[in-house]
């Protein structure tokens, strides 16, 4: 039938002419767009690797910012300490920048060579140390017993006397015993002037005794319990 042919050919057409209209607007959207050039960066330049920390762009220098300063770090060189070679500060960032050509320049100063320590000198020999064993040991109990008994300067009293002739240090030790009983008492005069008295009564009184009045003295009595000729003579 004419009709019915011309009819289905006019719709088997009209699908074709829509495919062939698209097919351009499709083949523009599938071109690919021209990818944008990525901006170089020079040695002197920075880019941004964190807050607060930007790299040079050969990667030698470090821009560091610390509170509000900022400051260049040449990770290519350390200070004479071994550490990081820093400079800086500067107030921002656009300062910090700008100082990298000129920090390119700078050496660092020789490590410095720690001085040798010396060794400490040896303690000088004491006294002490200098004495046989056997009088190092006595003199050092000597100065113990003088301690337990309240003397002062125990050691020095020791080390200056220990050899005299005269009973020096039991003196001292009497002569403590007195004042400490005159400082007890109220009256410090009167007590000083019978205590004189009664050390004057003791050692010179007995030497002018009248024979055959027996005499006395007042000596040193050794370690040994033995009595020695060695007077005592205190002065309270």
């Known amino acids: 039938m ?12 009209k699908p074709v002419g829509k495919s062939a209209a698209k097919s351009p607007a499709k083949a523009k959207s599938a071109e690919a767009k021209p990818a944008k050039a990525k901006k170089e960066v020079g040695p002197d330049e ?3 690797q964190t807050a607060g920390s930007y790299l040079s762009g050969d990667g030698r ?28 500060p500067f107030g921002s960032l656009k300062e910090a920048t700008a100082a ?12 410095s060579t720690p001085r040798p320590v010396k060794p400490a000198p040896k303690p000088e020999k004491s006294w002490l140390d200098k004495l046989p064993a056997n009088e190092r040991r006595e003199a050092r ?37 007195l004042n400490v009983l005159i400082g007890e008492q109220p009256d410090r005069d009167q007590a ?3 205590v ?3 050390v004057e009564i003791l050692t010179n009184e007995g030497a002018r005794a009248r024979r055959p009045v027996p005499g006395w003295t007042l000596v040193e009595v050794a370690t040994d319990d033995e009595p020695s000729t060695r007077r005592i ?3 309270p």
Request: hydrophobic share 35%.
């Open 2 to 13: 004419p009709g019915a042919k011309s009819a289905a050919t006019k719709a088997s057409a």
């Open 46 to 48: 920075v880019v941004r």
């Open 61 to 88: 220098f470090e821009v560091r910012q610390s509170d509000s300063n900022w400051y260049v770090v040449d990770t290519a060189q350390a200070n004479e300490f071994g550490q990081e070679l820093m400079h800086g």
């Open 100 to 111: 990298i050509p000129g920090a390119r320049d700078v050496k660092p100063l020789l490590k």
């Open 141 to 177: 109990d000597l100065i113990r017993a003088l301690e337990r008994e309240g003397m002062p300067s125990a050691e020095d009293l020791v080390r200056r006397h220990r050899n005299d002739t005269a009973p020096t240090i039991a003196t001292r030790l009497i002569e403590r015993h």
């Open 192 to 194: 000083t002037e019978l």
């Open 196 to 198: 004189r008295r009664v």
């Open 233 to 235: 003579t205190p002065r």
